[in-house]
């Protein structure tokens, strides 16, 4: 059997001086300042679309709400705070109910005899959490909401026959209700 070495010999070669070529490094230059002259132009044309229509200015900063808007209140503003949220609607409207329910409790009350047909159910709160609402006919919820505070609510139901409803107002926290059901 044969054995076979490689022998490396690197770095034992004689070094052999670099040679600097003038030629190449003129070359080079002329490269790079051209290069650098390209690199500031700007190329136009006129492609016959016209300019382009100028975007409007916006000046008006987004306002943020005011966190006080989401307090309860009582007495005068919560009967103007009740008139702005359920304002006047079309039809015949035959409740409506406003008022203040305590943090961890709930306040019910109920319609008189609803005639059959189909409704609107405008729901409002007044808190910094969400308030919920349940409406109850003698069978089914019709309406279980989680409103966020701040807006209203519009759900629309249909009682196929004569109902009494039931609803239902609960708060994690102070909170201001509103709700009005008219006939579509």
Known sequence: MRM?????????????PRQRNPAAAVV???VLAAAAALAGCEY???DGRGELP?????????IPRDPLQDRPVSGAELDAWAKEVLPDAEGQV???????V??????????GQ??????SLTLACRSER??????????????????????????????????VLRMTVEARSDANFAYRISRI
């Open 4 to 16: 076979f070495s490689v022998h490396c010999l690197v770095g034992r070669y004689p070094r052999v």
């Open 28 to 30: 080079v230059s002329a």
């Open 44 to 46: 136009s044309y006129d």
């Open 54 to 62: 100028r975007a409007p200015v916006v000046t008006d900063a987004a």
């Open 94 to 100: 035959f409740h409506i109910n406003y008022g203040t």
């Open 102 to 111: 305590t943090a961890g409790r709930q306040k019910t009350g109920t319609t």
């Open 114 to 119: 609803l005639p059959s047909g189909t409704y």
């Open 130 to 163: 969400r308030v919920s609402f349940t409406v109850r006919d003698a069978e089914f919820a019709l309406v279980d909401l989680s409103l966020r505070c701040g807006t209203s609510r519009v759900n629309v139901v249909h009682l196929s026959k004569d109902s």
